[in-house]
């Protein structure tokens, strides 16, 4: 129950964090790429800010001498550090996505909390993109194992 | 169509995001990654591993409702592309975001935050693309 209530808090936290700072409202993300139009560079605080956090945080969390989290077994971090096709080629193919739209994923889903119908549209799409890309994955991966069988 | 520049607002909000990705790392030694959280959510592997990502997910979906009885006024969303750029913008972020394994949240603020250099290359791509396709649409195409 507790480990429940703190994490719908920190959700509430990121959320507000989120609309607060203009990355769920598509007119300012889009005049933040829109250098030679409109521009509105206050998005480059929202990455800095965050970031300003999180780097001294993190290494202060990991570091810390119990080794695991305080709700948890173990920290659940990424080890690959290999750069590939398929993360370059995923980056690029978002940032068309973003770049048409104006949302991305944390952008949008604490905004779903106001029912415009641009961000429902726009997660319900989201979701869409996400089942596909996962179905063509399985294929991909299962035409990869019976090549090599 | 211009919008205010809010240095302040948006630093606030950037602080709060990253106490938040820290908060979280700290109780269930998780990143938060909003592409990672929602997809899954949308296909958990467990009951327990389920029930946290609910719980992250309904306290972002909460936060504009408190902001509003907080405040007295609703957040500011203004939309300037059609619903048809919704859709497609949306279903090609949901694939991009999968084959590239995180967003702005995951790689832009978690991974660029642990110096991941998977993290940093992403982020450092979407930026690039995200700037060429706006500049495509509003200056070439004139959308």
Known sequence: ?149 | MTTEFTPFLSLFGGLLIGSSTVLLMLTLGRILGATGVLAGFLQPASASDWSWRAALLAGMVTAPALMTLVTGQQPTIQVPVSTLMMVLGGFIVGIGVTYGAGCTSGHGVCGMARFSPRSIAATVTFMIFTAITVYVVRHVIGV
Not at chain 1, 121 to 137: P, R, S, V, W
Request: charged share 10%; hydrophobic share 55%.
């Open chain 1, 1 to 149: 129950m507790m480990r429940i209530v703190s994490t719908y808090l920190i959700g509430l936290i990121f959320g507000i964090g989120i609309m607060m700072s203009g990355m769920a409202n598509p007119a300012k993300v889009l005049n933040f790429f829109d250098v030679f139009g409109t521009w509105d560079p206050s998005l480059i605080f929202v990455m800095g800010g965050a970031i300003l956090v999180a780097a001294p945080g993190y290494w202060l969390v990991v570091a810390r001498p119990a080794g695991k989290p305080l709700m948890g077994t173990a920290f659940h971090v990424p080890q690959n550090r290999k750069l590939d096709t398929r993360l370059i080629a995923g980056s690029a193919t978002f940032g068309v996505g973003w770049g048409i739209a104006g949302f991305c994923p944390g952008g949008a889903l604490p905004a779903v909390g106001t029912l415009n119908p641009a961000v429902l549209t726009f997660t319900a799409a989201l979701i869409a993109g996400i089942f596909t890309a996962k179905a063509t994955q399985t294929l991909t991966a299962r035409r990869a194992g019976s090549a090599a069988a």
